[in-house]
């Protein structure tokens, strides 16, 4: 019989560390988008306001957090109106904590096909951190009409140079959101305990970034640790770049930066070392 | 177009030393420390265990599997529920890894555990093709360009528009079926998707399998307990106990084999204790048993001979409770021959008896088992203590020159009476 000594692929016990696939990704680039596709319909059938909840609902909440967060609490908003204060706290953290929930379930929600056919498992992740991209991308349309209104009826709006760091913003903001969630994703498949732990603790950290008050009300003493969380200088730098016009702390920015990508970086490999093995145990 | 020998002869899969192991019981705090200890000292499943028998904390449900597999081969896999034939094919697709072993492999894989996986009930008949396709590794280009065949393979074009939530239960596999039939991979797996459809889909199913390997030398890898199938379709037929290798070779002699192995007659069962019986909370089985009526000394059950099969088991409810009883008869290759059903009763704690009668000449000769559900009613099933008897049928004939294998499941006296002009002489 003849054999051959070159052989495509092989099964082992062990995944690999390191070896990402990513041809393997590239061959499902279609499932990709057909998957987006599918969250952006399925969450729009039998609504009768449909695509609207993309906008309603951080109005809502811009407007709950203007109520309770500056007239009640009276939190200072920096000089910056409030609505436009609290809009892209509003907009980055859902946009966090969405992609965050929704890779963290990676595996317990997709379990039923995970258990049936095999194809890269990462394409799920991001199939989720696109779908909520595609929401982001409706709801800053929704930003800029607003922006634009203070900006020409509202003279202390001031937009910086630095503006062109604003995709760089939404980038880090999605790299961070999807490190973590990969890296829970792993063990919250075989610990159901760090589903309520999670859902708690996400709740605490978004108080520790500067969404419904400006970091500066923070005493100089304890600021730097709240600029520690990858999500401050992100926030900060928004507000900076399209209301004050002040400088950038680009040393912070640059720690978050590095942060976010040992921490996607380290999801990455987490997950793809055990996308196969975790579902014994799912 | 058939592929020539030396094709045929090289070796597209290669399977060497496969083991599987899976941990029991439940997850939780116990777990959680035992992970911490694997983690730290790095250590697998006990190995040395290979060779015992499966405990309560750990089964091994694949033991040093090898085997190869040629281009465009089609290879069946035979064994009882447990024998590892899923887990294997679980493996082979990636969808769980070996615990030892290496598999290699030349080829893109689909497989198929299921049909329609990853269908979304609130997307259309349409967008679910594109769904699944892309599911199974088919490409955007791939999917447009047979897009109308799949649809009229499915049968359902005036509903291709139509969220599938609405579809029947037909509708809805025809579908998912029609989208799976269109793979082109060049190593298919396939375990039991026959067994959703009706007569017509498993022979379409079959079709289709028959035209990718011979026409197109696909190879396929094929989990079935439809022996007929795999008689039909298979090269070659793996026959897997408890996780090992029975038996590999042609499909007639390793099925045989097989079914004779499965086919011990077992014709009573007795359980002294509750807690040795199986069962659960609300049922424990005493005994089963299987009564021939003997027409002579033999010994041996032919078509004549009328059965009974008797029962008895411990019935345990918290208030008074209906209960049905329904017996099925099974024929050695899974086809059921009949179910029948008792009334219902209802009935306190204790041991409750049941009896059922099977007329002689009803069965045709051969092998059959039994399988007794208890059911509260139609909908909730309490227990099933399944193929617990089974036995031979041999045959017997009278005034007959025929030899061959009788045709038919049954094999019922209806008299067929001849009326014409008569001659006395012979």
Redesign the interface.
Known sequence: ????TE?????????NWFRLNLTGLW??K??LI??V??DI??SY??TILGPAWVFLQPLFTTLVYFIIFNKIANISTDHVPPILFYLPGTLIWTYFSDCFIGVMYTFTQNA????????PRLIVPLSTLLFHSFRLSIQLVLFFIVYLFFLLSYHDVHPSVYILLFPLLVLMVAGFSMGCGLIISVFTA??RDLDNIMQFLLRLFMFAAPIVYPASIIPEKFRWFIWLNPLTPLIETFRTIFFTGGRIHTGYLLISFISTGLILLVGLLLFKKHE??I???V | MLFNQ?EM???II?VENISKY?HLGT?GARS?KQ?MKRFFTGK?PDLSTLDQDNSRDHIWALRQIEF?V?QGEVLGFIGRNGAGKSTLLK?????????????????R?A?L??VG??F?G??TGR?NI??NG????M??KEIDKKFEEIVDFSGVEQFIDT?VKRYSSGMYVRLAFAVAAHLEPEILIVDEVLAVGDAEFQSKCIGKMKEASLQKGKTILFVSHNMEAQRNLCQRVIALNRGRIMDIGKPEAVIAGYLRSESSQYLQQLFESPDEAPGNDTIRMRRVQLIPGYRNQSGVIDIRTPLEIQFECWFHTDNDSDLMVSIQLYSAAGDCIFETVSPKKRFGNGLIEGVCHIPGHFLNDGSYYVSIAFMKNFATRLYCFESCLSFDVEDYRENSDWYGKWNGQVRPDFPVVLHGPETSEI
């Open positions: 019989m003849e054999t051959k052989w495509e692929w092989e099964i082992r016990p062990e995944e061959h499902y279609d499932l057909r998957l596709r599918r319909i399925a059938q039998q039923y096909i995970f258990n049936k056919v095999y194809f075989r610990y196969i093995k579902m014994d145990v | 030396s002869n090289q070796t290669k899976y997850m959680f992970d697998g190869e040629a493996i082979i697709s990636r969808i769980t890894l070996p615990t030892t072993g290496i598999i290699r492999g030349n080829g894989i497989s555990l299921e996986t990853g979304h609130e997307l967008e594109y769904l892309h599911i199974l590794g490409k955007k969220p």
